[in-house]
């Protein structure tokens, strides 16, 4: 097949590289609903996992690999037998596998890290790729930590790893060091003296962190770069990868400038984020390009007068291109359970007659306190009530006094199993009383590292999106909760992480997994 030199692909690796930030592990579960949402997003190549890393980095990747049959599902692994023989084991029923393949370049990596000469690691790649071409033609291989190379070593390097047959070969900036005018011209450098370069794809993978991935990103494509590794809100690895949504649509908007187009469905941007943010409870800033809250919101006068008169004046994109619908009231207090269900897969979602039920009782339940529902509210519930194991614990009622003259207490009932247990805590607010008033009741003590509140939508009726992070041994789970009474979101929050840590204690033996390992 001819190649289509206008199209650039885009990698994902949200759930590799993004999954390696504090804060942002999802267990397998989660792993699948967002590689399915990346599927729908229209990604190329979905990074699903580095399988060697434990035996729950396996299982997901594997059970990804299973179900994805539009996007190409890659698995890392360093350029070593055992690595890459885990990784093909791991993506081979996949429709459209991709061994990703790697090892260090620059001097400072092979002296202090590798311990090794060029002439070891060169040998190395070439041994990687060609094992890795035994069980697919399509391979990629990254030269780590590439623009502190040795220029000259890293044409040598990419044109041998060319030779022992990879298909696609990325330039990682590992450390987040380069800039846009410098990472252009090493690309344009390695197009010159590459000579072998043929067909192959050149791909980027930028760390951001001087802020400068998506630049980085956009000036290695002005120069012959082909495919994008990316993640969803830019999570990654210490300040993050070029954000998806981002390089998207900075191409989308100035195709004038680059004459470049990608596969992917825009209007799915949002939801992909919103998904992200709902898995792992980590909030996007609200300035933050493309999906914060504030990315179309105009504030001052003169802007707003001037997009009553014409939206062009002050506005590039529109929020419909990204999938935030102008409309977004959506269900209110005499929505039915066909109303809903249909709203549901307007949005995308196709559920089951049981979980449309589940998800229509807690509409009821926020119509009466909220006047309009939206997407995001929706949203909400539907991760609440639909992707759950069963719950060890759950919320019967919370009654907390508080104010400026009463010690805060909470007073509440809550079902242990098939026990209903009733219990007190005081604190020195709200919040505090219903944690504690938790602690007594479920007998745990595990420290809460981090409580983080925001508001799903705007208006003072808004539901209140809480994420608590528990440890337990040395590791953390997120746990989340929404409700228009933040002391409610926040004790579903602290109680939902302590389900999600009895599920991963009873699902640990199943997924073959050290619970320490799966709760990284
Ligand atoms: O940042 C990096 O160099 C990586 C490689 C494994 C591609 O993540
Ligand atoms: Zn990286």
Redesign the pocket.
């Known amino acids: 097949m001819k190649k289509d030199k206008n199209r650039v692909y885009i990698f994902d690796?949200t759930l590799?590289?993004g999954e390696q930030s504090p804060g942002s592990s999802m267990n397998t579960e989660e792993k699948l609903i967002l590689a399915r949402q990346l599927e729908k997003l229209g990604v190329d190549i979905i990074e699903a996992g580095f399988p060697i890393a434990s035996e729950g980095d396996f299982d997901a990747v594997r059970q990804i690999a299973k179900v994805i049959k539009k996007s190409q599902v890659a698995g890392?692994a360093r350029a070593n037998k055992v690595d890459i023989d885990r990784a093909w084991q791991a993506i081979k029923n996949a429709a459209r596998p991709r061994i990703?393949t790697?090892i260090s370049s620059s001097d400072i990596h092979l002296k202090y890290q590798l311990k090794k000469s060029r002439e070891q690691v060169l040998k190395e790649a070439i041994a990687a790729v060609k094992l890795a071409r035994s069980y697919t033609d399509n391979v990629e291989f990254?030269p780590?930590?590439?623009t502190r190379s040795d220029k000259d070593y890293l044409v040598q390097m990419v044109s041998a790893v060319i030779d022992a047959g990879a298909v696609t070969v990325?330039i990682?900036?590992?450390?987040g060091y380069t800039i846009p005018e410098e990472f252009g011209n090493l690309i344009a450098y390695l197009f010159a003296n590459v000579k072998n370069m043929g067909d192959t794809i050149i791909s980027v993978?930028c760390?951001n962190d001087l802020g400068l991935a998506v630049a980085n990103s956009l000036s290695a494509i002005r120069n012959g770069a082909r495919q994008v590794?990316c993640t969803i809100n830019g999570i990654?690895?210490r300040a993050g990868?070029t954000a998806m949504e981002e390089i998207v649509m900075a191409l989308t908007t100035r195709k004038d400038m680059y004459g470049l187009y990608t596969k992917i469905k825009t209007d799915q941007i949002y939801k992909s984020s919103r998904l992200l943010t709902q898995i792992t409870g980590v909030p996007v800033q609200p300035n933050k390009a493309i999906v914060g809250a504030n990315a179309f919101a105009h504030e001052s006068g003169i802007h707003q007068d001037g997009l009553i008169k014409e939206k062009i004046t002050y506005e590039i994109m529109t929020p419909q291109s990204v999938g935030i619908s102008d409309t977004h009231i959506v269900l209110g207090k005499h929505s039915g359970r066909a109303a809903i269900a249909q709203h549901l897969k307007k949005m995308g979602y196709v559920l089951s007659d049981e979980q449309i039920n589940r998800v229509a009782v807690k509409v009821k339940d926020l119509a009466d306190v909220k006047k309009d529902i939206y997407d995001e509210d929706l949203e909400a519930i539907l991760y609440e009530e639909t992707y759950r194991g069963e719950d060890k614990y759950s919320l019967v009622y919370l009654n907390v006094v508080s104010g400026n003259v009463a010690i805060p207490t909470a007073t509440m009932e809550m079902k242990v199993g098939k026990e209903v247990v009733r219990d007190a805590g005081f604190g020195n607010g709200p919040v505090d009383a219903t944690f504690a008033a938790i602690r007594n009741i479920t007998k745990t003590s595990y420290p809460l590292l981090k409580y983080v509140v925001n508001a799903i939508t705007g208006g003072s009726d808004a539901q209140g999106e809480t994420m608590v992070q528990l440890q337990h041994n040395g590791h953390s789970v997120v746990g989340r909760g929404a409700h228009p009474d933040v002391i409610v979101a926040s004790a579903k929050a602290y109680i939902n992480a302590l389900n999600r840590l009895e599920f991963l204690k009873d699902n640990a033996k199943r997924l073959k997994v050290e619970l320490s390992q799966e709760m990284r």
């Not at 990682?172 to 450390?175: A, G």
């Open positions: 690796t590799r590289d890392l990703h790697f990254s780590m930590d590439a990325n990682p900036d590992t450390v993978h760390h590794e990654g690895e990868n």
